[in-house]
């Protein structure tokens, strides 16, 4: 059984196929092998996205529902999620191979830590690293970007989970706000 067989990648999508499969493929490509990945489509529209989604490996769930925003997708994974630990991923995000190994051990030191975010590496056109402020788990991006950033590494934790998901943060499940 794969180390991370117990965490969930939960990667909402809607339109961004041409980044998809790379965002799924860096997921399941995880050093200590792959966790559970769930890919939830918001009512995506264009051609590209829609071969994406037929394109994603057999053991990824596809979940399909009508437009409802990126709130919507992220808790439809959540909801149809069995695991303890969740990772919410932005379709257009890229997570390092050792994401899992990085944001996974803050969660198990203390079991009153309900969620710990990661560096964010910004690529494409625009580039450089950006963290959130130990204090508050919301991301200095939080506007869509041009460019796919890349968790790298733990920057935080906190006691609760936040209120919005940011990019790429680890949660316990079955903690509360």
Known sequence: MARHSDITVVIPCFNHGRFLLDSVDRALGQ????PKVIVVDD?????ATLR??????????VIRQANAGVAAARNAGFENSDSELLLMVDADDRLTTDALDVLRPPLEANPDVGYCYGLMRLIGTWSGSCASPT??????CTA???GRSSV????GAGRT???STPRSTAMRTGTSA
């Open 144 to 146: 869509r970007s041009p």
């Open 152 to 155: 790298s590494s733990a920057a």
């Open 43 to 47: 009512g995506s529209t264009d051609e």
């Open 161 to 163: 989970p936040a209120a």
């Open 135 to 140: 204090s508050t788990p919301t991301s200095c």
């Open 52 to 61: 994406a989604l037929d394109e994603v490996p057999r053991e990824v769930e």
């Open 31 to 34: 050093d200590g092998g792959p």
